[in-house]
C-alpha cells in the first residue's frame, strides 16, 4: 500500500500539525514510468513526512527551473559553454534532490555533452530536457491539484 494512502487521513498523518495531505482517492498508484518524472514516495520520504515541505520544494523548482532554462538560452547564444554547463549540473543536482530522475538524466546528458566540446548540437539536448520538465510539470500539478489544505 502507499505510503501516500496510509497518510489519508489526519488521524494518520506522520507528522503533527501536518498543514496538507495529499488526498489520494483521485491519485492512482505511480506506474514505474510517472515514478521516473516524479517519485513522490522517495520525496516525501525525504522531507520525513512532511507534505507542505514538499510542496514548498516543489514550488520553489517549478519557479527556479525557467529561470535556468531562460539563462541556458542565453549561454548557449552567447557561445558560454562553460555557464552552459555550470547550470545543466546545478539542474542535475536539484532534479535530483526533488526526485525526477528522468530530468536529471536529461540535465546530466546536456552537462556531459556540453563538457566534451565535441559538438554544437546543443538544442537537441535543451530539447530532451525541455520534454522531461513538460512530463515533471504535468506530474507535479497533478500531485498539487490532489492535495488539500487543512
Known amino acids: 500500500m502507499s505510503t501516500y494512502k496510509q497518510w489519508s487521513n489526519a488521524e494518520q498523518s506522520p507528522t503533527d500539525g501536518l498543514a496538507a495531505k ?3 482517492a483521485n491519485v492512482p498508484e505511480s506506474s514505474e514510468a510517472a515514478l521516473d518524472v516524479l517519485n ?3 520525496l516525501q520520504n525525504r522531507c520525513m513526512g512532511n507534505f507542505d515541505l514538499v510542496r514548498r520544494i516543489l514550488s520553489k523548482f517549478q519557479t527556479r ?3 535556468d532554462m531562460a539563462e541556458m538560452q542565453t549561454a548557449l547564444c552567447d557561445g558560454n559553454t562553460d555557464q552552459l554547463a555550470r547550470i545543466a549540473h546545478r539542474l542535475k543536482g536539484t532534479a535530483a534532490s526533488v526526485s525526477a530522475k528522468g530530468l536529471a538524466r536529461a540535465a546530466a546528458g546536456l552537462e556531459d555533452y556540453t563538457r ?6 546543443f538544442t537537441l539536448f535543451l530539447d530532451r530536457l525541455a520534454s522531461e520538465w513538460s512530463k515533471f510539470q504535468s506530474e507535479a500539478d497533478r500531485v498539487m491539484t490532489n492535495c488539500i489544505d487543512d
Open 22 to 24: 495529499c488526498c489520494l
Open 40 to 42: 513522490l514516495d522517495e
Open 116 to 121: 566534451s566540446k565535441s559538438g554544437s548540437n
Open 65 to 67: 527551473f525557467p529561470e
